[in-house]
C-alpha cells in the first residue's frame, strides 16, 4: 500500500507545482513563489485541496532536493571563480553577512526570542537568493551593469559564507552554547576536511575522468556525477558534517573539469524536479493561522531585511573603494532572502532547536521581499539621488575623495600585505595537507595493514610510518617557502622587520615539527619529546633532496594541470606556445652601485627575488643572456625578467622606484633584434625526456635560458632545475637568432 500513496502523492505535487507555475509564468512572476503557493495549497492547513498521505516521503524528497541544489550551486562555483571575485565581494559580504548576523539576533531578542531562535534568525536574514537576483537582472536587462558584477560576485562570498555558517549552527545546536573552543576544533576540522578532500579531488578526479572519458555517454557521466554528489555527502555525515556541504564540494569539484558544462546540461532537469519537491515542501508548512497570529514579527523583519541589507551591503561597497551610486544599487539587488533561509530553517528544526513558528515567519519575509526586489533594483537611481540630498555636502565630498584614493591605490598592496596574504595561505594548505597525510595513515593505512599482516605488527608501524614521513617531507621544502621574493625585500627593506621574520619563520618549523611527531604519538605511542628535534631535522634535511623536490613538482604539476583543465581548455592544442610570453614581464632598470663588481652568481638575484637577467646593455656594446660569471659594472643598463609581482618588489628593494610601465615578455622581444623565444618539443627530441633541467644541457650549450615549461597545456614558470623534464613537455626557452637556430638544429638531428 506504500508504493500507490507515494505516487499519488508524487502526482499531486508534480500536477499542481505544474500548473501553478505555468499561471505564474504568465504572469511573469518568479517560479519559486508559484512553487511555494503550490505547497501551500496541498499542504496540511488547506483541507479543501488535495492532501498528502506521506509527509515522511515528501520529507525525504525535500532533503535530496537541499542535496541536488547544492551539488549544482557547486557546479556554477569554482576556486578560479573564488579567486577571481577581487576584494570588493570578499569585504562586501563580510560587512554584510555579519551585520545582518548581529541584527537579525538583536531583534529576535528585542522580539522576545530564545538564543538558538535569535542566532538562527540572524543567519537566514544574512543570506541574499541567487536564484530571484538573476531572474530580476535578467527581466531588467542590467545583468551587463558594472554593479551586476560587484552583486555576482558578493554572491559566490556569500554562498561560502553560508556553508561555514551551517558549520557553526549545527555545532552550536548540538553543544546547546556558544563555546569557543568547541567552534575552534570544528572549523579547524572543516578547514583540514577542505583541504584533504579538494587536493584529492582535484588530483585525482579529472585524471579517472579523462582517462574513462571513451567510455563516457551522456548516461554514463549523469550516473557517476550524482554518483560522487551522494558518495560526498556521505563521506561528510561520517565525518559530522552537514549534507549540503558534501555535495556543494562534490559539485565544485566537477566544476573545474573539462566535463562540467555537460555536466551542468545532464543535471538540470534533475535540478529542476527536486528543486520544485523542495520549494513545495517549504510552502507545505506555510500555516495561514500562524501567518495571521505573527503578522507583526513578518513585517518588522520585512523591514529588517530591506533596510539592513541595504545599509550593510552599500557599506560594504563603499568601504571597498567603489562609488556611492554603485554601493546603492548592490544594496538594492541584494535586499532579499530566499532559498538558503530555507535551508538554514529546515537544519534548525530538524535539529530542534528553534521554535515551529520561526518558519512560516521566514517564508513570508522571503515572499515579500522577492516581490520587492525587481521595484528596488528599478529605484535604485531613484533612492541615490534621494540620499545624496539627505547626506552633507561636506560628507559626499568626502565619499568621493576615499573611493578616488582607494581606486588608485586598490591593487598596491604594501610588501608585508603581500607577504602575509602568500605566508597564511602557505601555511594553513601545506599545514593541513601534512596534517591530512597523518590522519589517513593512522587511521586508514596502518589499520588495513595490521590487518593483512596481523602477525608481525611492527611490521605495518614500520610501513606506516616510512610512507607517512615520505610524503610529508616533499611539502616541508614549499612550506618553508625559503626563497619568497617577499621575504627577501623586507627582509632587506628594515632591520626593525627581521625579527617579526624571523618569528613567523620559527611558527612555522614549530608547526612542521609538530606535525613530525604526532606520527611517532599516534603509531608507535611515544610521548616523550626527546625524539622530536632528531625526526623534525631528519625531514627539514630530507625536504631539501632533489628526489623529494622533482617528486613534489611532478604532485604539483599533476595537481596544476587538472586544476587549471577547464580554464586551459580555451588556449586549445598550440605547439608554439607563443602565448606563455604573456606570462612573464621584463623591466629595466639602472646597476645599482652596491652590486657593480659582483658577477651575476654572487648577484643571487634569482634566489633572492625570483628574477633573471636577460640582458646587460654596457655603453654601446649588449651582452644578451648573460652568464653567472658576467661581473656588473657601474652605469649598466639591466633587463630582468621575471613575474609582474616579483619585479614590482625589486624594484622597490633596490630602490629603483615603481615602473611606470612593465611590459610584457612578447611586447618586449618585439622590438629587440636581438632577443627570441623559441620552444623544443621533446616529443620530437626524445633524449631529454627523462633528465632534469640541470642535467639537460640547454642552458651550458646554446646560451639560453630556460624559462619554463608547458605541460599538458599548463604553463609552469620558473621550473626548479631538480624539474624532471617528460616527453610531450615544450621546453620553453629565451636566447638570440643564432643560438635558437643551432639548438634547433641539433635537435632535429638528434
Known amino acids: 500500500m506504500h508504493l500507490p500513496e507515494l505516487v499519488s502523492d508524487l502526482a499531486v505535487i508534480l500536477l499542481t507545482g505544474g500548473i501553478i507555475t505555468v499561471i505564474f509564468k504568465k504572469l511573469n512572476l518568479p517560479l519559486v513563489l508559484g512553487y511555494i503557493l503550490a505547497g501551500f495549497l496541498i499542504g496540511p492547513y488547506m483541507p479543501f485541496f488535495f492532501s498528502l498521505g506521506d509527509s515522511e516521503a515528501v520529507a525525504t524528497w525535500s532533503e535530496i532536493g537541499i542535496i541536488i541544489l547544492m551539488f549544482c550551486l557547486g557546479l556554477e562555483f569554482n576556486l578560479h571563480k573564488l579567486a577571481s571575485v577581487g576584494g570588493t565581494a570578499i569585504i562586501t559580504a563580510l560587512v554584510e553577512v555579519g551585520g545582518m548576523l548581529a541584527m537579525g539576533f538583536a531583534v529576535g531578542q528585542l522580539m522576545g526570542w530564545g538564543t538558538m531562535d535569535s542566532i538562527f534568525l540572524g543567519g537566514m536574514l544574512s543570506m541574499s537568493s541567487t ?133 551542468e546540461h545532464l543535471t538540470s532537469g534533475v535540478k529542476d524536479l527536486f528543486g520544485a519537491v523542495f520549494f513545495i515542501s517549504v510552502g507545505m508548512m506555510l500555516d495561514p493561522s500562524a501567518v495571521v497570529k505573527y503578522i507583526v514579527p513578518i513585517l518588522i523583519l520585512t523591514v529588517v531585511t530591506i533596510v539592513g541589507k541595504l545599509l550593510f551591503s552599500s557599506l560594504g561597497v563603499l568601504l571597498s573603494g567603489h562609488t556611492l551610486r554603485q554601493a546603492i544599487h548592490c544594496g538594492c539587488s541584494l535586499a532579499q532572502i530566499g532559498e538558503f533561509a530555507f535551508i538554514i530553517a529546515s537544519l534548525g528544526l530538524s535539529l530542534g532547536v528553534i521554535a515551529d513558528y520561526i518558519y512560516p515567519i521566514i517564508i513570508s519575509v522571503s515572499v515579500i521581499t522577492t516581490l520587492t526586489t525587481p521595484f528596488f533594483i528599478k529605484s535604485a537611481d531613484s533612492i541615490c539621488a534621494g540620499i545624496e540630498k539627505l547626506l552633507p555636502e561636506k560628507l559626499v565630498q568626502n565619499l568621493d575623495r576615499y573611493t578616488d584614493a582607494e581606486q588608485t591605490s586598490r591593487e598596491q598592496d604594501s610588501d608585508w600585505a603581500v607577504f602575509l596574504r602568500r605566508y597564511v595561505k602557505r601555511t594553513v594548505f601545506y599545514g593541513a595537507l601534512m596534517l591530512g597525510i597523518v590522519i589517513l595513515g593512522d587511521a586508514v593505512l596502518l589499520p588495513l595493514l595490521e590487518e593483512t599482516i596481523p602477525a608481525a605488527p611492527w611490521v605495518s608501524k614500520a610501513v606506516t610510518l616510512c610512507a607517512v614521513y615520505l610524503c610529508i617531507a616533499m611539502f616541508v621544502r614549499p612550506m618553508l617557502d625559503a626563497h619568497s621574493p617577499q621575504y627577501t625585500v623586507l627582509w632587506a627593506k628594515k632591520r626593525s622587520f627581521r625579527l617579526p621574520l624571523i618569528a613567523l619563520s620559527v611558527i612555522r618549523v614549530l608547526i612542521i615539527v609538530l606535525i613530525v611527531f604526532l606520527p611517532i604519538r599516534t603509531v608507535l605511542g611515544i610521548h616523550s619529546l626527546w625524539i622530536l628535534p632528531l625526526l623534525a631535522a631528519a625531514v627539514l634535511v630530507a625536504g631539501h633532496f632533489g628526489w623529494f623536490a622533482s617528486a613534489y613538482l611532478s604532485v604539483e604539476t599533476r595537481f596544476l594541470t587538472n586544476f587549471n583543465e577547464r580554464l586551459l581548455q580555451q588556449y586549445g592544442d598550440s605547439s608554439d606556445a607563443t602565448w606563455l610570453d604573456e606570462k612573464l614581464y621584463v623591466t629595466e632598470l639602472p646597476c645599482p652601485p652596491e652590486e657593480a663588481g659582483k658577477d651575476l652568481r654572487v648577484l643571487g638575484w634569482g634566489r633572492r627575488y625570483g628574477v633573471n637577467i636577460i640582458k646587460i646593455v654596457r655603453g654601446k656594446k649588449e651582452i644578451d643572456i648573460p652568464s653567472g660569471d658576467t661581473v656588473l659594472s657601474e652605469g649598466d643598463l639591466l633587463a630582468v625578467i621575471g613575474e609582474r609581482e616579483n619585479l614590482v618588489s625589486l624594484r622597490l628593494s633596490i630602490g629603483a622606484g615603481e615602473a611606470a610601465d612593465i611590459p610584457t615578455l612578447h611586447t618586449y622581444i618585439a622590438g629587440e633584434k636581438a632577443l627570441y623565444t623559441y620552444t623544443l618539443d621533446v616529443a620530437k627530441n626524445d633524449h631529454l625526456a627523462g633528465s632534469t633541467i640541470r642535467d639537460s644541457g640547454l642552458r651550458e650549450n646554446y646560451d639560453c635560458m630556460i624559462l619554463g615549461l608547458q605541460r599538458n597545456l599548463l604553463p609552469i614558470i620558473g621550473p626548479d632545475v631538480n624539474f624532471v623534464i617528460q616527453r610531450g613537455d615544450l621546453v620553453w626557452l629565451l636566447g638570440s637568432h643564432r643560438m635558437a637556430e643551432k639548438a634547433l638544429d641539433d635537435m632535429e638531428e638528434a
Open 131 to 263: 536564484t530571484i537576483i538573476i531572474k530580476a537582472f535578467d527581466e531588467l536587462n542590467v545583468r551587463k551593469k558594472d554593479f551586476a558584477q560587484l552583486v555576482f560576485g558578493t554572491l559566490v562570498m556569500e554562498d561560502i559564507a553560508g556553508i561555514f555558517m551551517m558549520i557553526i549552527l549545527s555545532t552550536i545546536s548540538v553543544s546547546k552554547s556558544i563555546s569557543g573552543g568547541a567552534l575552534a576544533l570544528q572549523l579547524g576540522l572543516l578547514v583540514l576536511y577542505l583541504v584533504l578532500w579538494l587536493v584529492l579531488g582535484i588530483f585525482l578526479l579529472p585524471t579517472l575522468l579523462n582517462k574513462a572519458s571513451k567510455l563516457m555517454s551522456d548516461e554514463t557521466l549523469l550516473i557517476v556525477s550524482l554518483g560522487i554528489c551522494f558518495g560526498m555527502v556521505l563521506l561528510a555525515d561520517a565525518l559530522g558534517f552537514s549534507s549540503a556541504l558534501g555535495a556543494f564540494l562534490a559539485g565544485s569539484l566537477l566544476a573545474g573539469t573539462v566535463h562540467a558544462e555537460r555536466v
